[in-house]
T-cell receptor, first 113, second 112 residues
Framework: QKEVEQNSGPLSVPEGAIASLNCTYS??????FFWYRQYSGKSPELIMS????GDKEDGRFTAQLNKASQYVSLLIRDSQPSDSATYLC?????????????FGKGTHLIIQP | DTAVSQTPKYLVTQMGNDKSIKCEQN?????MYWYKQDSKKFLKIMFS???????INETVPNRFSPKSPDKAHLNLHINSLELGDSAVYFC???????????FGPGTRLTVL
């Protein structure tokens, strides 16, 4: 059974600092990895996607993937109060008929002004 | 322009009723999905459609039936609604299997 684990938090980070969000997954066949941000009462918004080992940077966001350790992380630099939200880690196994994303339960991030 | 849209945004109904939720995407994607987010905010896949073919069904009761008239639409019909069906239902779409998925605004269903 596919599982995605995240620390539910809340994770409290001072404004301007780096927020580090972590995720582990159980299925070694996972090939696509995503981070979504969800504000209360809103839909998940795609922040980052990563498909190969290493780092991927986009603005203030960096996604890191280590398939050997089955670990994916998201770093948010220069954290802003507007970054306060729930961050959802999601994984996908391409092929084999399983195309829906398996989500973690999310990490609630609070950026303190 | 809205990329993925859903109607209605809110749906309040009585147990035992039948209801439908509509979803449309204008991204030109070939795969669409329905997800359920329960009261604990856990988001879980229900269905996905690729080229009008159902390709997964995650042990969802057969009271739920997705209908896709074309690649841009995936509607969700629910028969004999139960209290436990109360949740937020999200539609999503992607280009290709395993591609980035983009979510609609959600439909909050309340069954009384």
């Amino acid at each position: 059974q596919k599982e995605v684990e995240q620390n539910s938090g809340p994770l409290s980070v001072p404004e301007g600092a780096i927020a580090s969000l972590n995720c582990t997954y159980s299925d070694r066949g996972s090939q696509s990895f995503f981070w979504y941000r969800q504000y209360s009462g809103k839909s998940p918004e795609l922040i980052m996607s990563i498909y190969s080992n290493g780092d991927k940077e986009d603005g203030r966001f960096t996604a890191q993937l280590n398939k050997a350790s089955q670990y994916v992380s998201l770093l948010i630099r220069d954290s802003q109060p507007s970054d306060s939200a729930t961050y959802l880690c999601a994984v996908n196994i391409a092929g084999g008929g399983a195309d829906g994303l398996t989500f973690g339960k999310g990490t609630h991030l609070i950026i303190q002004p | 322009d809205t990329a993925v849209s859903q109607t209605p945004k809110y749906l309040v109904t009585q147990m035992g009723n039948d209801k439908s939720i509509k979803c449309e995407q204008n991204l030109g994607h070939d795969t669409m999905y329905w997800y359920k987010q329960d009261s604990k905010k856990f988001l879980k896949i229900m269905f996905s459609y690729n080229n009008k073919e159902l390709i997964i069904n995650e042990t969802v009761p057969n009271r739920f039936s997705p209908k896709s008239p074309d690649k841009a639409h995936l509607n969700l019909h629910i028969n004999s609604l139960e209290l436990g069906d109360s949740a937020v239902y999200f539609c999503a779409s992607s280009q290709g299997r395993g591609g980035e998925q983009f979510f609609g605004p959600g439909t909050r269903l309340t069954v009384l």
